[in-house]
């Protein structure tokens, strides 16, 4: 079942939704494959393969995002011995990331993309969005990341 997010910083993602699709993306939804993550990672880069994955867009701007940011720390506390990663995809600069996690820790993995081309492959148009993914990298769930369900987190650790 489809959830509507709510609270989400729409809008905000200038260019993105006026930019012209590449005739060749696939925007990836719920049930199909999760396209490979071309990221740069603040830290170690984590070994996702195989692995249960919550994967978020979000910005320091983005208040929804800097709320959600607790709840996740909380999911990934309680499910990373299960194997559960989990990467915050952001398209700011490294410095203002740093920055902001000095305010607000973020305990998982954190990743960059800029200029955001992986925003436009996923069809982000308003965050957060987050995917959830099984071990065989489908995606089993797409919406706002605090309506994220404990069954459906589980559902994936299995």
């Not at 607000?104 to 148009?125: D, K, L, S």
Request: glycine fraction near 8%.
């Amino acid at each position: 079942m489809k959830k509507i997010a709510v609270g989400l910083c729409a809008g905000l993602l200038i260019g993105l939704s006026a930019a012209p699709a590449p005739a060749q993306r696939v925007v990836p939804r719920e049930g199909e494959q999760l396209p490979a993550l071309a990221l740069n990672y603040l830290g170690k880069q984590p070994e996702l393969t195989g692995k249960p994955l919550l994967v978020e867009f979000w910005a320091t701007w983005c208040p929804p995002c800097r709320k959600s940011i607790p709840h996740l720390n909380e999911i990934y506390s309680k499910y990373k011995s299960q194997g559960l990663q989990i990467v915050g995809i952001t398209d700011e600069d490294e410095a203002t990331v740093k920055k902001f996690q000095q305010q607000i820790p973020m305990n998982y993995n954190v990743a960059i993309n800029t200029p955001g081309a992986i925003y436009e492959q996923f069809g982000i148009t308003a965050i957060p969005t987050a995917f959830l993914v099984n071990k065989s990298g489908k995606i089993v769930w797409e919406g706002h990341p605090m309506e994220l369900s404990e069954t459906e987190i589980q559902s994936v650790l299995n």
